[in-house]
């Protein structure tokens, strides 16, 4: 609920909250894709070799690790002072 044009200092928490919470589901959802994509990669290793199977999974999940970050607009860099400010008791 908006009060004199803004969210109140508990509204913003909970908003921040639920986007760690997405970024959580997120983040898990991905390991578990990430293992079948592994598994399936992993039989493919003797026709392309580990070293060539290895630098794919690497590439795969840098960019899906990169899309989650923009995508929520959650990164080391937007968590660290919310979770500081938390620390300090101003959220």
Same mark, same amino acid.
């Given at each position: 609920?908006? /009060?004199?044009? /803004? &969210?109140?200092d *508990?509204?913003?928490r909970?908003?921040?909250?639920?986007?760690l919470?997405i970024l959580?589901y997120?983040? &898990? +959802?991905?390991? +578990? @894709?990430?293992?079948?994509i592994?598994?399936?990669?992993?039989?493919?290793?003797?026709?392309l *070799?580990r /070293?060539l199977?290895?630098?794919g999974l690497a590439?795969?999940?840098?960019?899906v690790?990169g @899309?989650?970050?923009?995508?929520?607009?959650i *990164?080391p860099?937007?968590v660290?002072p919310? &979770?500081?400010?938390e620390d300090?008791?101003?959220?």
């Amino acid at each position: 609920m908006l /009060r004199q044009g /803004r &969210l109140s200092d *508990g509204e913003i928490r909970d908003q921040q909250s639920g986007r760690l919470q997405i970024l959580t589901y997120a983040a &898990l +959802l991905w390991q +578990l @894709f990430r293992s079948l994509i592994e598994g399936v990669l992993e039989g493919l290793v003797r026709d392309l *070799g580990r /070293r060539l199977v290895k630098k794919g999974l690497a590439a795969i999940n840098q960019s899906v690790e990169g @899309f989650l970050q923009e995508a929520l607009q959650i *990164g080391p860099q937007q968590v660290a002072p919310q &979770l500081k400010a938390e620390d300090l008791g101003y959220l």
